[in-house]
């Protein structure tokens, strides 16, 4: 039988806090699209219920891990991912694990909005259907409401929700596909450079979101804004060549970074 000693126990117990607070955990992540290694052995966790920016030089894999966390990769045919990746403890690339389910609980807001061309209502109300979350529509119409609610846009859209999502502005757009995702309940939402296609005013009101959604999701986002991972992340992630240069808490990384290559694209030296 296999005896622990109590200082293995503690360690033990110990090891389930660290794995309690971490929501997703990359080991030895590699990527490759045909021939070409985009990814080198990343190791990085991403903490619950905190935002983790992912940052660095345009074509360093930012996107590529990014896309690793739901398996969105899995849809370029010669892309190959290899390592480790988590969600709770669970293995998600488990030839058992239902994909579809897997980006309900890990969703997805890109560069560019996307809604769907429909209205504005079904655009929110379409994942929870589809998912069968509600059992009748008063149950539908609430999702619809609490999700815009979040995403801060119920004001802005409560009295044309039949109008098609396509003739907001950006900014209200994307908005809109952050309410999409969040209608279907995920515990961690992937934002891909969420404001690059948005006005000053736009970005501010995005990220005054994101810090309010931090409260009950888990969010990693990519970013080129420097000002940007700074206002809205706790940890921040510095990749270079496809490698993890280092992470941190987002602080620490901006005032006194380990790594130079850190320090130097922080101060615009490079990229
Ligand atoms: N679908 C693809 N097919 C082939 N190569 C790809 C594909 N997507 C990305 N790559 C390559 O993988 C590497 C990493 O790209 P990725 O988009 O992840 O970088 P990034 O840091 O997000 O860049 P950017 O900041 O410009 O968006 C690059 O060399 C890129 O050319």
Redesign the pocket.
């Known amino acids: 039988m296999n005896m622990l000693t109590e200082a293995g126990v503690e360690q033990q117990i110990a090891d389930q806090a660290d794995i309690a607070a971490i929501k997703m955990r990359g080991k030895g992540v590699t990527?490759h699209?045909?021939d070409?290694q985009?990814?080198f052995g990343v190791d990085l966790d991403v903490p619950e219920k905190q935002v983790t920016a992912?940052i660095?030089?345009?074509?360093?894999?930012?996107?590529?891990?990014?896309?690793c966390l739901n398996r969105m990769?899995d849809t370029?045919a010669?892309?190959r991912v290899g390592g480790d990746i988590t969600l709770d403890g669970e293995d998600i690339y488990d030839p058992r694990i239902d994909v579809v389910e897997l980006r309900a609980r890990v969703g997805m807001v890109f560069?560019k909005p996307n809604p769907f061309p429909k209205s504005i209502y079904e655009n929110v109300a379409y994942g929870p259907r589809i998912h069968g979350l509600t059992r009748n529509k008063a149950e539908l119409d609430q999702v619809v409401e609490s999700s815009l609610r979040k995403a801060a846009l119920w004001d802005e859209v409560k009295d044309r929700l039949q109008e098609p999502g396509t003739g907001l502005s950006g900014g209200q757009q994307q908005r809109l596909c952050i309410a999409r995702a969040i209608a279907v309940s995920p515990e961690v939402i992937l934002m891909?450079?969420p404001c690059s296609a948005l006005d000053p005013i736009a970005t501010a009101k995005v990220e005054e979101l994101i810090d309010e959604l931090r409260q009950n999701y888990t969010i990693v986002i990519?970013t080129?804004s420097m000002q940007q991972a700074a206002r809205v992340s706790q940890r921040t992630a510095m990749?270079h060549l496809?490698y993890l240069v280092e992470e941190g808490a987002t602080d620490k990384m901006f005032t006194n970074p380990d790594d130079k290559r850190t320090q130097d694209y922080i101060t615009g030296r490079f990229g």
């Open positions: 990527v699209y045909g070409k985009a990814l992912l660095g030089p345009s074509g360093c894999g930012k996107s590529t891990f990014l896309r990769n370029i010669i892309c560069q891909d450079e990519v080129h990749f496809g």
